[in-house]
């Protein structure tokens, strides 16, 4: 289970489900160029507060489960993800750039949704719209785990 960032003035529990399409769908993902893709991973997250917390190659598209922090928009994120991971991937694989003539590793596209932890759109309205009564505070508090 993903934990709180602390940082000087504020706390945060952002988690985003990112899926990236590789260029013309092809599948690149041999056992080494899989190993590869996770490294680049472990070297995003040292350099940007971006965590993987899991990555699900699925032949001609990418699965990303990250957690990062509001100074990170989404956009941001992935254009960071997209672009070094395509970089190192041609570097250390040249063989793939064969794969994926044009030069470019990602469609221009990606899916991008939040994950809650603690709770979904309707908790969160049916919380909003009881504030001020007190029974209602009361009997959800827990459920919501805000502060």
């Not at 529990?13 to 990236?20: E, G, T």
């Not at 922090?69 to 750039?97: Q, Y």
């Amino acid at each position: 289970m993903s934990e709180h960032i602390h940082k000087r003035h504020n706390k945060s529990l952002l988690l985003y489900h990112f899926v990236c399409p590789i260029k013309y769908r092809r599948n690149v993902h041999d056992e080494s160029v899989s190993a590869t893709f996770k490294q680049i991973c472990l070297g995003i997250e040292e350099r940007y507060d971006i965590h993987f917390l899991e990555i699900g190659l699925d032949g001609d598209h990418v699965h990303f489960l990250i957690q990062s922090v509001p100074s990170n928009a989404p956009k941001k994120i992935i254009g960071a993800i997209k672009s070094i991971r395509a970089k190192e991937i041609f570097r250390l694989h040249p063989e793939v750039k064969k794969s994926l003539w044009g030069g470019k590793f990602w469609t221009s596209g990606y899916y991008v949704n939040t994950v809650g932890q603690y709770a979904n759109e309707d908790v969160i309205k049916k919380y909003l719209q009881n504030q001020g009564k007190s029974k209602y505070k009361e009997i959800h508090k827990n459920e919501l785990r805000l502060f």
